[in-house]
């Protein structure tokens, strides 16, 4: 017997009360070895030295320009240190991370063995005590029970991540006797919780902080050099960055597709304010998108996706309060 995946893709409202989603488009970088922890630290923004195996931590690969190849939430687990991230924006980050380690004494690899799961919802919480002697929360995110790494994710609706090896984790998943969506409704939550998702499109065209690394702790002004440090410390102190993440709902007639344009109207013309780096279209015909734009953007604002005139797009409140100067 299989877990059997749901096709439909509900407006956000419509979703059930407790759920799974199978992570199809997730996968992870990890990183072992005597230096891996070294190495790590003048890679990315946030201070690898205190990760430990119950903490989550996110961050931003970068290049020496500050351009961020990819947005993770690092955990530990098995002693390595994880980057979990779509696979989308997986490759770049790869790449760069194993031409600078070949010095170093660390071992890098896609973490092709491990599949994942998200468990969401009112009760999803009650689901995962039911089954696992070990359950994480808001203090200590990150728990092993058995060979399944949970994750505790906070914000408008309790998720967890739940890690494991493929077989063991869809037995697993059939207990929980829940509804089961596609990867896709994981992308509405992300644009819903404000949590940058990048894309082959969207890699290498923004700093951190145009995506909202400093609401969730992604950047450490504290912890010392690392790979495009100047020019993110630059944006921070001397207010040089004018856009920000934002997320978007309201009505197309055709599908949004990341890179595509949105424009705001100005008098009679409408000109461009930024780009989306995703976006999820609902079975009812609403549409959700997260998208970089102008950080003067309002809920006030008249927004449209560029060739679609009917379209119709609003700011949507983010569940965090975001600095950004």
């Known amino acids: 017997m299989s877990i059997i995946i749901t096709a439909d893709l509900p407006p956000v409202e419509q979703l059930p009360d407790t759920f799974l989603i199978a992570l199809k488009k997730m996968s992870a970088i990890a990183l072992k070895g005597e230096e891996q922890s070294k190495y790590l630290q003048g890679q990315v923004t946030c201070d690898v030295n205190t990760a430990n195996e119950n903490n989550l931590l996110v961050g931003a690969h970068c290049n020496a320009k500050g351009k961020v190849f990819s947005v993770f939430r690092l955990i530990n687990r098995n002693n390595a240190h994880l980057l979990i991230q779509p696979t989308a924006s997986l490759n770049h980050s790869f790449t760069e991370l194993k031409k600078f380690a070949v010095f170093a004494h660390v071992e890098i690899t896609q973490a092709n063995e491990l599949s994942f799961f998200a468990l969401v919802g009112k009760k999803a919480g009650e689901h995962i005590q039911a ?25 408008k609706q ?33 644009i819903t919780e404000g949590f940058p998702q990048l894309s082959n499109t969207s890699c290498i065209e923004y700093v951190p ?27 921070q102190y ?17 599908p949004i597709s990341a890179g595509d344009v949105i424009e705001r109207q100005l008098g009679d013309n409408w000109r461009k304010v930024g780009d989306i780096l995703t976006s999820y279209q609902a079975d009812n015909g609403k549409s959700y998108c997260q998208a970089v734009l102008a950080s003067d953007v309002d809920k006030n604002t008249l927004l449209r996706i560029k060739g679609q005139t009917d379209s119709n797009i609003s700011v949507q409140t983010l569940p965090y309060i975001l600095e950004t100067t």
């Open 131 to 155: 089954i696992f002697k070990k359950t994480p929360d808001n203090i200590t995110p990150v728990v092993i029970s058995g060979t399944t790494t949970l994750v505790y994710l906070a914000g």
């Open 238 to 254: 001397l207010g040089k960055n004018k856009r920000s993440l934002f997320s978007l709902a309201g009505n197309a007639s055709q």
């Open 158 to 190: 309790p998720r967890y991540l739940l890690i494991d090896e493929s077989q063991t984790l869809e037995t697993l998943m059939i207990q929980f006797d829940l509804p089961a969506y596609s990867s896709v409704v994981w992308d509405l939550l992300e």
């Open 209 to 235: 902080q145009m995506l909202n690394l400093q609401a969730f702790d992604g950047i450490s002004f504290t912890k010392g050099c690392y790979l495009g440090q100047e020019t993110v410390a630059r944006m």
